[in-house]
């Protein structure tokens, strides 16, 4: 098993920046990828950034490219998504997700694993 444990989220004014971070434990060594995704009231889970855990190959919703970025601290188990710009529309509840297997990029039945997620407010 791995858990995964968000943190960093938070209230923040449009136009401003917040740094999510997700640490895995137990068995990290069958993490192949980690992702966020992040839902919004009355809205499915929606796929927003992925990292290969060993190679750094990322993938980005259109909706956060050039604003958001991920990156990961093998040392560490522990991944980080800077999130710039936002704006309110990206007001969710962020969740970190792990995946055994090295193909899963953005569906959320490719990840074995889920945080309990952060919620991010972004106010205009």
């Known amino acids: 098993q791995v858990q995964l444990v968000e943190s960093g989220g938070g209230l923040v004014q449009a136009g401003g920046s917040l740094r999510l971070s997700c640490a895995a434990s137990g068995r990290t060594f069958t993490i192949y990828v980690m992702g966020w995704f992040r839902q919004a009231p009355g809205k499915e889970r929606e796929f927003v950034t992925s990292?290969?855990?060993?190679?750094?190959?990322?993938h980005y919703a259109d909706s956060v490219k050039g604003r958001f970025t991920i990156s990961r601290d093998n040392a560490k188990n522990t991944v980080y998504l800077q999130m710039n710009s936002l704006k309110p529309e990206d007001t969710a509840v962020y969740y970190c997700a792990a995946a055994r297997e090295p193909s899963a990029i953005m569906r959320t039945y490719e990840y074995d694993y889920w945080g309990q997620g952060t919620q991010v407010t972004v106010s205009s």
């Open positions: 990292i290969s855990w060993s190679g750094g190959n990322t």
